[in-house]
């Protein structure tokens, strides 16, 4: 299970043993978190809704969940990806190329970025598009081999991964709340409802 099962399902500690926040001076160096619990801290703090999967069957489970709950049975999923078509085939789900005709869109991504909870995509997941173009409700499939520290760790990965051909139209998705129009500073942002269904695979 990795890291995220001391994260998830760690015992409480017993009384007197846990230390206090107040109990280290304020020039005490920061405690440095492991990268995945880093990502799934700042993620959830950006409003994203976190699914952790042991494997492809919960996976599918969370999937039906996710469509049950927000009654997307009978909507469309705009699927860009041509071998998530593939495999949502069989699924009952009903999927389509065209934005317009699509309530969700189902995607991967690049990376997840541990230091500000943000996704990275590129034209491999998005083509051209611009994220206001997309649905407002995303479910995005990843890893946790995915997660890296920083952007730049995430932009060189991408380099490595696709020497032949660097994609384009790389951005980082960060707010999944619905904006509040007096919050000048993030009013216009293209804020998505994300879930995230992540497979351990370390």
Request: proline fraction near 3%; aromatic fraction near 10%; include cysteine.
């Given at each position: 299970?990795?890291?995220f099962s001391?994260?998830?399902?760690?015992k409480?500690?017993?009384?007197?043993?846990?230390?206090?926040s107040?109990?280290?001076?304020?020039?005490?160096?920061?405690?440095?978190?492991?990268?995945?619990?880093k990502?799934?801290?700042?993620?959830?703090?950006n409003?994203?809704?976190?699914?952790?999967?042991?494997?492809?069957?919960?996976?599918?489970?969370?999937?039906n969940?996710?469509?049950?709950?927000n009654?997307?049975q009978?909507?469309?999923?705009f699927?860009f990806?041509?071998?998530?078509?593939?495999?949502?085939?069989?699924t009952?789900?009903?999927?389509?190329?065209?934005?317009?005709?699509s309530?969700?869109f189902?995607?991967?991504?690049?990376?997840?970025?541990?230091?500000d909870?943000s996704l990275?995509?590129s034209?491999?997941?998005i083509a051209?598009?611009?994220?206001?173009e997309?649905?407002?409700?995303?479910?995005?499939y990843?890893?946790?081999s995915q997660?890296t520290d920083?952007i730049?760790?995430g932009?060189?990965?991408i380099?490595?991964?696709n020497?032949?051909?660097?994609?384009?139209?790389i951005?980082?998705i960060?707010?999944?709340?619905?904006?509040?129009?007096?919050?000048?500073l993030?009013?216009?942002?293209?804020?998505?409802n994300?879930?995230l269904?992540?497979?351990?695979?370390?």
């Amino acid at each position: 299970m990795g890291l995220f099962s001391k994260f998830f399902k760690s015992k409480p500690a017993k009384t007197g043993q846990s230390p206090k926040s107040n109990d280290r001076g304020k020039y005490m160096p920061e405690i440095k978190l492991p990268i995945d619990e880093k990502f799934t801290i700042n993620f959830k703090g950006n409003g994203g809704k976190f699914l952790y999967c042991e494997n492809t069957k919960e996976i599918d489970t969370y999937l039906n969940n996710i469509i049950e709950e927000n009654n997307w049975q009978k909507k469309k999923a705009f699927v860009f990806d041509p071998i998530l078509l593939e495999k949502l085939k069989n699924t009952g789900i009903k999927t389509t190329t065209i934005i317009s005709e699509s309530s969700y869109f189902i995607t991967t991504c690049e990376n997840l970025i541990a230091n500000d909870g943000s996704l990275l995509i590129s034209s491999n997941q998005i083509a051209e598009k611009k994220l206001i173009e997309l649905p407002d409700n995303f479910i995005v499939y990843a890893t946790t081999s995915q997660i890296t520290d920083n952007i730049g760790e995430g932009l060189r990965g991408i380099k490595a991964k696709n020497k032949n051909k660097i994609p384009t139209n790389i951005t980082t998705i960060k707010n999944f709340k619905t904006v509040d129009e007096k919050d000048f500073l993030n009013y216009g942002s293209s804020s998505k409802n994300l879930y995230l269904l992540l497979l351990e695979d370390l």
